[in-house]
């Protein structure tokens, strides 16, 4: 079986935890090469290398980038796309994949609009130099954008059996949606659990995804890195806002 190389930020869970919670389920073989030592080829110099062509012309824009042999892959919904059916964490047809697909690129555009809450105005600026339009820009999202992904993914559940998004059974889209309930929890407690009444089955998901026996091993192990104030999920208290309203 393919070894399996994951490129990705050594101290979060960030997007690459997508990739891992998708490698770990499908008990494949990877290295998640930047958390090696600097000694064996880790490093975030392992990534800084393939992101300047080290592994050929098929240039990433950013992490996490997959290898597998010959196969050079980014963005995290492509990289789910190449490894679900290899594992079998997606059905075979295509309309699931492709369904399973559109599902991943909103979690995408939901990622994004959570890490825009601390970032709102540059990634490439500190949170502390933008933290009066972070309080501006949470409030708008846990009012408007969170119930409204949320509801959406909900109602996904709703319309397709209740248990699972694509196809009645267990995907990979399962896993991504269990991460993001994981990291909307860390990141906003009190604001969570003013919402959680309205996602019985994303609940029961996330709980299915948790006791999965390999997802319980890893999570428990010292692969899943903890959440932390330098990725995606952030926990400021002070961005933790109860909405009044909504939507
Ligand atoms: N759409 C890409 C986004 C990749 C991305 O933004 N990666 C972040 C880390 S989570 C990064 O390294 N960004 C560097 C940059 O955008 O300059 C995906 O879903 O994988």
């Given at each position: 079986?393919?070894?399996?190389?994951?490129?990705?930020?050594?101290?979060?869970?960030?997007?690459?935890?997508?990739?891992?919670?998708?490698?770990?389920?499908?008990?494949?073989?990877?290295?998640?090469?930047?958390?090696?030592?600097?000694?064996?080829?880790?490093?975030?110099?392992?990534?800084?290398?393939?992101?300047?062509?080290?592994?050929?012309?098929?240039l990433?824009?950013?992490?996490?980038?997959?290898?597998?042999?010959?196969?050079?892959?980014?963005?995290?919904?492509a990289?789910?796309?190449?490894?679900?059916?290899?594992?079998?964490?997606?059905?075979?047809?295509?309309?699931?994949?492709?369904?399973?697909?559109?599902?991943?690129?909103?979690?995408?555009?939901?990622?994004?609009?959570?890490?825009?809450?601390?970032?709102?105005?540059?990634?490439?600026l500190?949170?502390?130099?933008?933290?009066?339009?972070?309080?501006?820009?949470?409030?708008?999202?846990?009012?408007?954008?969170?119930?409204?992904?949320?509801?959406y993914?909900?109602?996904?559940?709703?319309?397709n059996?209740?248990?699972h998004?694509?196809?009645?059974?267990?995907?990979?889209?399962?896993?991504?949606?269990?991460?993001i309930?994981?990291?909307?929890?860390?990141a906003?407690?009190?604001?969570?659990?003013?919402?959680?009444?309205?996602?019985?089955?994303?609940?029961?998901?996330?709980?299915?995804?948790?006791?999965?026996?390999r997802?319980?091993?890893?999570?428990?192990?010292?692969?899943?890195?903890?959440?932390?104030?330098?990725?995606?999920?952030?926990?400021?208290?002070?961005?933790?806002?109860?909405?009044?309203?909504g939507?």
């Amino acid at each position: 079986m393919t070894r399996y190389e994951l490129f990705y930020w050594p101290d979060i869970q960030g997007r690459g935890e997508f990739v891992r919670l998708a490698l770990e389920e499908a008990a494949a073989p990877y290295v998640d090469v930047a958390r090696l030592p600097r000694s064996k080829g880790g490093g975030e110099g392992a990534i800084l290398r393939v992101l300047d062509g080290a592994l050929g012309p098929r240039l990433p824009f950013a992490a996490p980038i997959l290898r597998a042999g010959k196969i050079l892959v980014a963005q995290t919904a492509a990289i789910l796309q190449f490894l679900a059916p290899r594992h079998g964490l997606v059905p075979r047809d295509a309309p699931s994949q492709l369904w399973a697909h559109q599902l991943q690129l909103t979690v995408a555009d939901f990622l994004v609009e959570v890490h825009d809450t601390h970032h709102p105005v540059a990634a490439g600026l500190y949170y502390e130099d933008q933290r009066k339009e972070a309080r501006r820009r949470t409030e708008h999202f846990l009012r408007h954008r969170l119930p409204l992904f949320l509801d959406y993914f909900e109602r996904v559940l709703v319309k397709n059996g209740g248990r699972h998004p694509v196809s009645g059974r267990f995907s990979y889209v399962d896993l991504s949606l269990f991460q993001i309930l994981e990291g909307l929890d860390y990141a906003f407690p009190r604001a969570f659990r003013a919402v959680r009444r309205r996602i019985p089955r994303l609940q029961a998901l996330r709980e299915a995804v948790r006791n999965r026996p390999r997802i319980a091993a890893y999570l428990g192990s010292p692969r899943r890195i903890p959440f932390n104030t330098w990725g995606i999920f952030r926990h400021y208290p002070e961005l933790d806002l109860v909405p009044r309203g909504g939507r």
